[in-house]
DNA sequence: GGTCGTCAAGGGGTG
DNA sequence: CACCCCTTGACGACC
């Protein structure tokens, strides 16, 4: 069995600074001249940058990656005209060979306005545009990425909030449907509620460790854990699962900027259930550093090689 | 060169 | 209903 280990969109080992962006208000106060070299020159730089990011982490055997949302600024803004595709087919194609030739696997998590179940029912057309700039973006590459969404709000109280979800997921293009996976969250939905509805749509469970710990289910996660791997048996891709460690007893949900190797040992047991492949995904915010020290800290502990981690 | 308020958007909790 | 917090990092206005 292998377990890959991922990180999130920006290794901070040779990037100063995170995708570079502009607000809306900004933005309006250009002239059309300005507006259009600027935000030429941000895109630019940050799909230069993506570039560099994926060859860095080809070199450190890094062979999974989360790519942000704000890669390309404004692309889902209402008001906003340019296009993110054709200017730059040369270098999406560029990219999407790159993820090809080296077998890396990339994925989106879109932030917290991507909300397939909001009770404000003219809110759908927004998080539809978020999906359809992250499905834009994957085509121009060629590279079916998945999407990351939680199950979101609970207005009305979960069975309503879980009916609006149904309702609206049936709504999504089927192209988008395939690409989608629900998370456990922190304050909402559990890994059961998560687990039962992902079995009752058929799409693929992430679990998310410290979310669990945050909002824990009636059961315990070595119950869950075959179940939840259980929901990728029709995917080609292994199961995907969320890793951090908490910041301290007060802010129990932020994550910390390294992985305690106490909460990743222990979370290594109950991984050797599973008798596929893995993903991880290591959400710390020393990004690639966290990842490289844990990788260092598995080689040096583990030592009955059960699991082979790269 | 350093600091601090701002950012398109929703949800949830409090009083 | 009003208000604040959640959480994120870059940007830009200001000193």
């Given at each position: 069995m292998k377990v890959r280990l991922g990180y999130v969109a920006i290794s901070k080992t040779i990037l100063e600074s995170y995708c570079h962006t502009i607000t809306y208000t900004q933005f309006k106060k250009l002239s059309m001249k300005e507006r259009e070299q600027k935000w030429y020159k941000i895109v630019k730089e940050n799909l230069k940058n993506l570039q560099k990011i994926l060859k860095y982490n080809v070199k450190n055997h890094i062979y999974f990656f989360r790519i942000s949302q704000t890669l390309i600024?404004?692309?889902?803004?209402?008001?906003?005209?340019?296009?993110?595709?054709?200017?730059?087919?040369?270098?999406?194609?560029?990219?999407?060979?790159?993820?090809?030739?080296?077998?890396?696997?990339?994925?989106?998590?879109?932030?917290?306005?991507?909300?397939?179940?909001?009770?404000?029912?003219?809110?759908?057309?927004?998080?539809?545009?978020?999906?359809?700039?992250?499905?834009?973006i994957s085509d121009a590459m060629g590279i079916p990425c998945k999407i990351i969404l939680h199950i979101g709000s609970r207005e009305g109280g979960k069975e309503e909030a879980l009916k609006r979800f149904k309702k609206n997921f049936q709504k999504v293009p089927f192209s988008i449907q395939n690409r989608i996976l629900l998370e456990n969250d922190d304050k909402s939905y559990t890994v059961e509620d998560t687990l039962n509805l992902c079995n009752e749509l058929k799409v693929?469970?992430?679990?998310?460790?410290?979310?669990?710990?945050?909002?824990?289910?009636?059961?315990?996660l070595k119950e869950y854990f075959p179940q939840i791997l259980k929901t990728w048996e029709r995917e080609k891709i292994p199961p995907k699962i969320h890793f951090s460690s908490s910041l301290n007893q007060k802010h129990k949900w932020y994550h910390s900027d390294y992985i305690s190797w106490k909460?990743?040992?222990?979370?290594?047991?109950?991984?050797?259930?599973a008798h596929e492949d893995v993903d991880i995904m290591i959400e710390a915010k020393a990004k690639d550093e966290a990842l490289l020290r844990l990788r260092r800290q598995i080689h040096f502990y583990l030592t009955d090689k059960k699991i082979h981690f790269e």
């Open positions: 600024p404004l692309a889902t803004h209402p008001e906003m005209t340019f296009d993110y595709i054709k200017p730059f087919q040369k270098e999406w194609k560029k990219i999407g060979s790159y993820i090809e030739k080296h077998h890396l696997r990339v994925d989106f998590h879109p932030d917290q306005f991507c909300l397939l179940n909001s009770a404000k029912e003219d809110y759908f057309p927004n998080t539809l545009r978020i999906l359809m700039y992250l499905k834009n693929p469970m992430v679990l998310d460790v410290l979310h669990h710990k945050c909002n824990p289910s009636p059961k315990t909460d990743f040992e222990k979370f290594v047991s109950i991984l050797e259930q």
